[in-house]
């Protein structure tokens, strides 16, 4: 069957799709589930170890705490609370930080660092996947083992307030709630007062035991402007009047209450210098974590006191030092400036000289909340928690409790590690748990004997030692075990991506003859005997793997039929991969005999694309080129204008060796879009460069300006992309640097008024094009279609980016005009070099925009312009448009240049083809890439998000492909 080379490259990358979709679907298998509440409560807690004497200790401590509030604020930064900004805007909660009965801990989040999978972590006590942020768009339930499900298992009344994000994961969990969409980035004032006007009501009820606010609105000043915003301030200040108002409350309750209750300050992630999150960045992944109770009330010190000092000679770094090394003493320091009363209010300077004050905020992980909070709440660890329970919040209790509480989280973090690792015994932390259970039995013995004497505290001592370091050491063990991939489903991803990719290499000569047309064999594959054997020998693996795995497999969960299906597509690609290798190897035979008669050559712009293709590629495999990959294309731009330059002048100045040169003309067509055939007598008919003998006098025929703009046109646009790399610092190692700030502000109803005029645009320009197929003079009315549709992409482009990022808008669009009036078309650049300058330049505007490939770089706030509350899917669709603006503009230029300005009716197939072929190998490279290096350190702060971005940009390739392909057709038809 004889295929035009567009929709046979459009065909490919559709699979290729399939194919890398079941590659994710291995790489970030679903997170494994438990089963019901009630099973997890059926399993009686580990008794009390013993040595030669009975302990009837057998069921769950009791309740350590009547009431638990927990208080989320959204993206608060360790620095937000512990820092300066603390000190200055949040006064009542570093008072409860430095003086207050308290204990503070900066607790460290894993990425992905947004909303969802936080929440997962902080209630199951678990490392969830790095796909749940995309599942973190429509959170599903929680079927997970977790302290919410308990709780309610245990009769606790809890009670919502804030994010959505709750209710979709713990459904009918709650007596009441009432819930706020967290994707409305614009509004960061009514989202928390809708949260905050519930709070004098519930707060005088006692209906209730566990009371859950999530706060959105610093989060949401982050995405709009940032961490250094002024909004951060007054937001911060709202935060502590709110925890004030609660403490005081609980505390004016517990008079009444036979118990004390808990308040826990925490975020959920943290916030990076542009305001995002997601990523691994350090101000992404501190958060800060309070937990306030009458039950931690500080006892002074034997030498508390009261000093006042003066600052009037001595440097500030002096007196901080004096004052941090009496404060280590105990004392309690208050300090007067005579010239800002606010100082000192530098945390960073007062951790510098910080001379062993026990305060110091300790380093925990975030899943350490969950076994706290169910300790706390007289609950059951949950199963899958990999967290330890954090000692200063039992530290006060007796001896017997305490050891009780770290044998109980001891015991659920062995028995996870049983599961999840076959040679568990040989774990350092399984042998330090069985010596201290050991322990733990002769102290048991001497306690229940009436010992107690020194020797008896002594030992408790020893035992609460061992158990905290058997804690640690499980924690670590089980965090490193959440890397548990689906290797056979990534196996048959990886090899349709390289079957189809391999399909294409070897179709190259066909795809890009004159006739952009290519035979596929799709019955002989079908009927062959390569096919059945290998479709034989494919199933009877599938069979032995499926029936041999111990985990989770996705392939093998699938029916029999669809597992047959991705069987049978891999034996025929397997099959046409051969076919096409065989006409290639006859090919290359013919080819040879005639090579005399071949008299074809690479050009200096096409070694270019080839080896800054493959270094790219290359490039993949180390994480700092990864974090770093905007230096990558802008090195590869900035050297493509060299060499465009290069090739300007060499035929502007030729030497004296007649050699080939591109004929300088301006006034003809796009002739390069038609290929010369390497040998008429054979079949096979590779695409070459459209040259001519170039002669002193080829620049005759310009006008004197068209001459000058030919000649600074590279300069011009290489000085532009100079200026693009200074607009917007990306990646990582120079993100912190200033960029310039944002100049406009847009209104919803201005922003409806252009999403009108894009529609039309976009209305007249689609008109155009179906026109275009019953028309017979329909050319012309193409042409103007696809432009149209363009523009109305460069409108929206416009109302959606940062107002300091409309420069980039800007210049892109100047470098196309320049690019296409006076480099493509005078220097006759065939189709296939000005397809993958279009893919270049527009990898390296998604980059001049600010994005990189780290996720907290995606600017969600761009998705609610126009809008005055949250809708899904308008939201999403202006999310992905704002950032792969670059990609999709300079794609539709590519196709509105070829159709307006190319005079061969292959041109448009042959755009297409090379275009999937650009778009395929960098990510077939990175899978290879990705699979080798999936125990790397950084395979999910750095690998994995590339991985996604990856997969977005092969979309972006299939879209446009086929997009090409509808091209080609209506062309075909006219």
């Known amino acids: ?123 199951t006590g678990s490392v969830p996947g790095f796909i749940d942020v995309v599942m973190n768009l429509n959170s599903p339930a929680l079927l997970e083992d977790n302290v919410i499900t308990q709780a309610k298992a245990a009769g606790k009344r809890i009670i919502s307030y804030g994010d959505e994000t709750w209710v979709k994961l713990f459904p009918k969990h709650f007596v009441e709630y009432d819930g706020t969409t967290s994707f409305f980035v614009s509004d960061y004032t009514e989202v928390d007062e809708n949260v905050t006007r519930h709070l004098d009501k519930v707060l005088k009820r006692g209906d209730w035991d566990v009371l859950i606010l999530h706060y959105l609105g610093l989060d949401h000043i982050g995405h709009v402007s940032g ?118 209010a530098r945390g960073s300077r007062f951790r510098s000289c910080w001379l062993g004050d026990i305060r110091y905020p300790k380093h925990v992980q975030q899943t350490d909340l969950a076994a706290t909070l169910a300790i706390g709440l007289g609950l059951p660890i949950p199963k899958n928690s990999v967290g330890h329970l954090l000692f200063p919040a039992i530290e006060g209790k007796p001896m017997r409790e305490q050891l009780r509480f770290l044998h109980l989280n001891t015991v659920q973090l062995t028995k996870l590690l049983q599961e999840n690792v076959p040679s568990f015994e040989k774990e350092p932390g399984f042998e330090q748990f069985k010596i201290s259970e050991r322990l733990h039995g002769n102290w048991i013995r001497l306690y229940l004997e009436e010992n107690n004497s020194e020797v008896l505290f002594n030992l408790g001592t020893k035992v609460r030692r061992q158990y905290l370091d058997a804690l640690k050491t499980l924690s670590l063990s089980l965090s490193r075990q959440v890397a548990q991939y689906d290797v056979y489903s990534m196996v048959v991803g990886t090899v349709v991506v390289l079957e189809v990719l391999t399909l294409l290499l070897l179709s190259i000569p066909q795809a890009l003859s004159s006739k952009a047309e290519l035979e596929v064999p799709l019955l002989s594959p079908v009927f ?42 891999v034996s025929a690609l397997l099959c046409a991969v051969v076919s096409a290798l065989t006409k290639v190897l006859v090919r290359g035979k013919l080819l040879s005999k005639n090579a005399a008669h071949s008299n074809s050559r690479w050009s200096e712009l096409d070694l270019l694309i080839l080896l800054g293709t493959l270094g790219h590629v290359l490039s993949l495999g180390a994480s700092s080129f990864i974090e770093e990959e905007h230096q990558t294309w802008y090195f590869l731009v900035s050297t493509l204008c060299l060499a465009l330059c290069h090739d300007i002048y060499r035929n502007y100045l030729p030497g004296d060796d007649c050699e080939p040169q591109r004929c300088l003309h301006v006034e003809g067509g796009f002739d390069g879009a038609t290929p010369a055939l390497q040998d008429k007598n054979t079949s096979s008919a590779v695409l070459e460069l459209n040259r001519g003998c170039k002669s002193p006098s080829s620049l005759g025929t310009l006008r004197g300006y068209e001459k000058w703009m030919v000649l600074a046109s590279p300069w011009v646009i290489l000085t532009c992309c100079r200026l693009l790399r200074s607009l917007n610092q990306t990646g990582v190692q120079w993100a912190h640097r200033p960029d310039l700030g944002h100049w406009l502000t847009r209104g919803i109803l201005e922003a409806r008024f252009v999403y009108v005029f894009v529609l039309g645009i976009l209305f007249t320009g689609t008109k155009d094009l179906l026109k275009s197929q019953v028309v017979a003079a329909g050319f012309t009315v193409k042409t103007v279609g696809l432009w149209e549709l363009y523009s109305g992409f460069v409108l929206l482009a416009a109302l959606l980016l940062r107002p300091h990022n409309l420069p980039v808008l800007v210049l892109s669009l100047l470098i196309q005009t320049l690019m296409a009036k006076f480099v493509w078309k005078p220097l006759r650049h065939d189709v296939a070099e000005v397809t ?58 590519l196709v509105s240049f070829l159709s307006s300005e190319a005079s061969s009716s292959s041109a448009l197939s042959h755009a297409g083809f090379c275009y999937a072929l650009i778009g395929s190998f960098p990510v077939s490279a990175y899978i290879i890439l990705v699979t080798s290096l999936r125990y790397h350190l950084f395979i999910w702060s750095v690998f994995s998000p590339k991985l996604l971005y990856e997969g977005m940009h092969l979309l972006i390739t299939a879209a446009v492909c086929v997009f090409f392909t509808a091209m080609d057709q209506t062309n075909t038809k006219s």
């Open 528 to 569: 062959s005997l390569l096919f059945y054997l290998t479709f034989l020998v494919l199933s009877a693996v599938h069979v032995i793997v499926c029936t041999s795995t111990e985990s989770s497999c996705y392939l093998c969960s699938l029916s029999w039929l669809t597992a047959g299906g991705v069987m049978v597509l």
């Open 227 to 344: 961490p250094s915003s002024p909004l951060i301030g007054r937001k911060l200040s709202e935060m502590d009047g709110v925890l004030m108002k609660i403490h005081t409350a609980l505390l004016s309750e517990e008079r009444e209450t036979l118990l004390p209750s808990l308040l826990v300050l925490c975020g959920d992630h943290g916030m990076s210098e542009t305001g995002g999150h997601g990523a691994s960045s350090t101000e992404e992944v501190s958060t800060p974590l309070l937990l306030v109770s009458s039950a931690f009330e500080r006892k002074p010190g034997p030498h508390s006191h009261h000093l006042l000092f003066y600052h009037d000679l001595f440097a500030e770094e002096t007196w901080l030092c004096v004052l941090w090394s009496l404060s280590a003493l105990s004392a309690d320091v208050f300090f007067v400036h005579p010239v800002n009363p606010v100082w000192p």
């Open 1 to 123: 069957m004889r295929l035009g080379s567009g929709t046979f490259a459009a065909c490919c990358v559709v699979v290729e799709v399939l194919g890398v979709v079941l590659f994710l679907r291995g790489f970030f298998p679903a997170p494994v589930r438990s089963s019901s509440s009630s099973k997890h409560q059926a399993e009686p807690p580990a008794p009390e170890p013993s040595a030669g004497a009975s302990s009837n200790w057998t069921k769950l401590p009791p309740p350590l705490f009547s009431k638990v509030v927990i208080v989320l604020i959204d993206a608060l930064r360790d620095d937000f609370v512990f820092g300066s900004k603390g000190v200055k805007f949040m006064p009542y909660t570093t008072y409860l930080v430095e003086k207050g009965a308290s204990h503070s801990f900066v607790a460290e989040a894993k990425p992905p660092t947004v909303t969802m999978p936080r929440i997962k972590a902080l209630m």
């Open 836 to 893: 993958v300058m279009h893919y270049w330049f527009g990898q390296a505007f998604f980059y001049f925009q600010g994005n990189s490939n780290n996720i907290a770089t995606v600017d969600i706030s761009a998705g609610f312009v126009g809008l005055d509350t949250y809708v899904e899917i308008p939201a999403i669709f202006l999310t992905a448009f704002a950032t792969y603006t670059g990609p999709v503009l300079w794609a539709s230029h």
